[in-house]
């Protein structure tokens, strides 16, 4: 029974992050839904109407003790804030980018985003890197000498994609609350900004909220379910399959993102962005592997030593001599022979 039902969890958690890491891969389609509205202006509805619905999410689920702690330590309201701030650029950019017809080069950055999180690691954290590590980020910096003569350019979007995004990662690393929760906090920060913003645009005449029809203003209200419902698959993935999957299956968003620009929004793909892409896929193999391999051999070592202490505690305990062997001889029947 058991068994069973950790079968269910694993599966109901893989399609939970199957659904995330999809959104999150098919939401090129939605961004261009909302023009004539521009970049800043999406990224600040986003903003605006994302707190809307994480706060109505908390409500439901009576989730508001985590707010009084976090009162209480201004180091994390600090962080938050700073997170906050990476993840507006990392939002407003990706909007940019599309709407500027710009997809690929765009999932071009959550591809190399594990590679820059990697060697984040070694100059800030100071860990240290597996020889298939060190390889995967070697390729991984031809690729971008290779992607930037194709563009004639450094791919700065790519970049500022993933630098942003792994910054944003290790923030939330240390700060260490729950998704919804940091959702909440770090769209509180940026609510009023984001508010202040659109009451200008609307006092200029320059909004597109209310200008374009009621169609128009429901799409830009259902930023907030964007925003926030693959992150609620996310939350409900993480806890039901393991890490190592989870790794997988980010590969999924940057994925769909390349198809659509090529095969959906036509962008132009020469010979050497499909070696530069080359490269980063090659990358990313690589750092696949070393995972799974790092994974495989770590799996097998608990095994061992748990079967070492399983044996351990089975092995019965030395039985006693018998005590006949401790006593002096018996004396003889025929004593004097």
Not at 13 to 26: F, N, S, V
Not at 201 to 222: I, K, Q, R, V, Y
Request: hydrophobic share 55%; aromatic share 10%.
């Amino acid at each position: 029974m058991k068994t069973e039902v950790e079968g269910s969890e694993s599966r109901a958690g893989l399609l939970y992050g199957i659904g995330a890491y999809g959104m999150w891969g098919l939401v090129p389609l939605f961004w261009p839904l909302l023009k004539p509205a521009g970049a800043v202006e999406i990224l600040a509805h986003r903003m605006t109407w994302s707190l809307v619905v994480v706060g109505l999410a908390l409500l439901v689920l009576r989730r508001w003790g985590w707010v009084r702690d976090l009162l209480r330590a201004p180091r994390k309201l600090g962080l938050l804030a700073l997170a906050a701030a990476v993840i507006t650029v990392n939002w407003g950019l990706y909007i940019w980018a599309v709407n500027s017809g710009q997809v690929v080069e765009a999932s071009l950055g959550y591809f190399i985003n594990p590679l820059v999180t990697i060697a984040m690691g070694v100059l800030l954290l100071k860990e240290r890197l597996r020889p298939a590590q060190w390889a995967a980020v070697g390729i991984g910096f031809a690729a971008v000498l290779v992607l930037s003569v194709g563009y004639g350019r450094l791919p700065w979007i790519s970049l500022t994609l993933a630098f942003s995004f792994a910054i944003y990662g290790l923030i939330k690393k240390k700060v260490n609350i729950g998704g919804l929760e940091s959702l909440a906090a770090e769209t509180a920060l940026q609510f009023l900004p984001a508010l202040g913003y659109l009451i200008w645009l609307g006092s200029t005449g320059n909004a597109t909220f209310g200008a374009e029809g009621g169609g128009h203003m429901a799409l830009l209200a259902a930023t907030g379910i964007v925003t926030a419902a693959p992150l609620v698959c996310f939350g409900a993935a993480a806890i039901r399959v393991p890490l190592s999957t989870l790794g997988l299956l980010q590969y999924l968003a940057p994925v769909f993102q390349f198809g659509l620009g090529v095969v959906y929004f036509h962008e132009a793909m020469p010979p050497e962005r499909w070696a530069g892409f080359s490269l980063v896929w090659l990358a990313l193999t690589v750092l696949t592997w070393d995972a799974l391999s790092t994974a495989r051999r770590t799996r097998a070592e608990a095994a061992r030593l748990a079967e070492a202490a399983r044996l351990a505690e089975q092995e019965p305990a030395p039985t006693p001599e018998p005590a006949s062997e401790h006593l002096p001889a018996a004396p003889s029947a025929q004593p004097g022979r």
